[in-house]
């Protein structure tokens, strides 16, 4: 379900060319919901980074890794 509405909201961004064309949808999909699942498993809430800080900088990774 998740996959379905990343990828879709990803390919409307693509064909209005706000996001990368020559990156394939699956790949930003699969990409980008691991890396928010994944920060629950290393991201310490007592250690230097708070949770809003850490947000701001996965926003950052994926704003700018897909933007054109």
């Known amino acids: 379900r ?3 509405a990343v990828t879709s909201i990803f390919e409307s961004g ?3 060319g706000v996001f990368r064309s020559e990156v394939p949808p699956a790949m930003f ?3 980008l919901i691991g890396m928010g ?3 629950q498993r290393w991201f310490d809430p007592k ?3 708070a949770a809003h800080e850490l947000a701001d900088q996965l926003t ?3 704003i700018h ?3 054109g």
């Open 2 to 4: 998740y996959e379905a």
């Open 14 to 16: 693509r064909t209005l």
């Open 29 to 31: 999909t699969t990409a």
């Open 37 to 39: 699942s994944w920060a």
């Open 47 to 49: 250690g230097p980074v």
């Open 60 to 62: 950052r990774v994926i």
């Open 65 to 67: 890794g897909a933007a």
